[in-house]
């Protein structure tokens, strides 16, 4: 509450509420003896300070009057000393950390969890974007094998809030850290699981439906989070930004990673990665 970006959102919003009714421009308020005229007469052309140009009803953007710039710099005053928290993000170790856990409970449910947590962090997903994946959105016919049956990289489609077509987007076997690979785990998920589901990360308790937003991160607060044994922030860009730090870390180049996240400008991408690259230096200063 404490961040002036909010209040900015606002604004934002009144703004382009009043656009669709064409009330834009300068913000005029009723003229009370305007309205008294109309009322007395009936029909009129305004006072006479109004003549021709009557201010039966309030008119413009609101946000351009005097009261609500008032609030604003009131606002500015309050928030200044707001510090901006941006949500955390998983390093390797935090990943291979809950992967340990969750394998461990030898438990198929915990199994999903992990899935939805690689395919979250390789295809830089938003919580919600996770839960709503179809397993239509799975295109088998686009992945790569070997002569021997090795899968080189399965593709996934994928729109986003701000994708206007569908994304298609490539998951690399990993070698170098097989625990991580989100090859190898999707393809033994498919296995177990079969392809019956309309969702391909469904609820775990009934797969016939979607498993929620609400449910899935109540998973990751509950049951996630505190095998970091932290308490941190965590929002539904965790895994979104996670996936920044992996491919930042890996040496990925800004643009590429950028148009892999499918970020339609440079302004929250760039503080994505700024955040990955600084956990980078400290790590590496800490050797």
């Known amino acids: 509450w404490d961040d002036i970006g909010n209040v900015n959102q606002f604004l934002s919003a009144v703004s382009a509420v009043h656009s669709t009714i064409n009330q834009g421009g300068l913000y005029k308020d009723h003229c009370a003896e305007c309205q008294a005229d109309l009322l007395r007469v009936g029909a009129s052309n305004g006072c006479f300070n109004h003549t021709g140009s009557s201010l039966f009803w309030r008119s413009g953007n609101p946000r351009s009057s005097t009261v609500v710039k008032d609030a604003l710099q009131e606002c500015k005053k309050r928030c200044e000393n707001h510090e901006v928290r941006s949500c955390y993000q998983l390093l390797p170790v935090d990943v291979q950390a809950m992967r340990r856990a969750l394998l461990s409970l030898n438990c198929l449910i915990s199994f999903q969890y992990y899935c939805m947590i690689l395919v979250a962090i390789h295809m830089f997903l938003r919580c919600d974007e996770l839960c709503k994946m179809e397993f239509a959105y799975y295109m088998p016919e686009l992945s790569q094998y070997r002569p021997d049956g090795t899968c080189d990289f399965i593709v996934f489609k994928v729109k986003g ?118 956990l980078r230096h400290i790590h590496l200063d800490h050797d």
């Open 161 to 278: 809030k701000t994708d206007k077509t569908w994304k298609f987007i490539k998951l690399y076997r990993c070698d170098e850290v097989p625990t991580l690979c989100p090859v190898r785990h999707i393809l033994l998920y498919i296995a177990i699981f079969g392809t019956q589901s309309k969702y391909f990360f469904p609820d775990p308790r009934n797969r016939s439906k979607m498993f929620t937003y609400h449910q899935f991160l109540r998973v990751v607060k509950e049951t996630l989070f505190p095998i970091l044994g932290r308490g941190t922030k965590m929002t539904t860009h965790v895994f979104r930004k996670t996936g920044y730090l992996f491919a930042l870390w890996g040496n990925g180049e800004f643009q590429n990673v950028r148009i892999a996240a499918r970020h339609a400008t440079e302004i929250i991408a760039r503080s994505y990665a700024q955040d990955a690259l600084s």
